[in-house]
């Protein structure tokens, strides 16, 4: 399924550089939909030669709500550097843009998950997050996933561990 996915997303940057940008964020970063649409270039950051995206917004989880804590997400040099390409030169930009309507362009980009790539899922956007996570459960490990996808040990034991078996080098 994984390399089926990446085979189908890999025309993405030339179809619709959007789809592409929500693709890496999903597939590459873990983020929800709630936080691909919040991210700007600038969250995008380079910490002892590890690359990180910043998200200094409330994400889902309650003890984060109404305060100034920043959770850091670590992304592969391919997913930063991907999206690095995107940046115009307004680092303050949003990463997918104010491009409209998002809610549409989330639902044309779920669309083609599930006629081309075959997702059956409610949320099909979310399945990528979820392929994520299941590569480095049975990768690098739980707690790996659980640092990524920013959830507990248990909800990555649950969800994400028996979801694929691979050996991939985790290109997106």
Do not use: M
């Amino acid at each position: 399924e994984i390399a089926f996915v990446r085979e189908k997303c890999s025309k993405l940057p030339e179809l619709n550089p959007s789809w592409h940008k929500i693709y890496l964020l999903a597939a590459g970063a873990g983020l929800r939909a709630s936080e691909i649409y919040q991210v700007k270039f600038e969250d995008l950051r380079t910490l002892n030669g590890q690359h990180f995206l910043f998200l200094p917004f409330a994400t889902k989880r309650q003890k984060l709500k109404g305060t100034n804590f920043t959770e850091k997400v670590g992304i592969s040099d391919q997913v930063f550097n991907d999206l690095k390409a995107y940046e115009n030169g307004n680092p303050s930009e949003l990463i997918v843009g104010a491009i409209g309507n998002l809610q549409r362009v989330h639902k044309a980009f779920a669309r083609f998950l599930r006629d081309e790539c075959g997702f059956t899922d409610n949320k099909p956007v979310h399945r990528l997050r979820k392929l994520l996570g299941a590569r480095l459960a049975t990768g690098p490990g739980l707690y790996h996933a659980a640092r990524t996808l920013r959830n507990s040990i248990t909800v990555c034991e649950k969800f994400y561990s028996d979801l694929v078996e691979h050996k991939n080098n985790f290109e997106v």
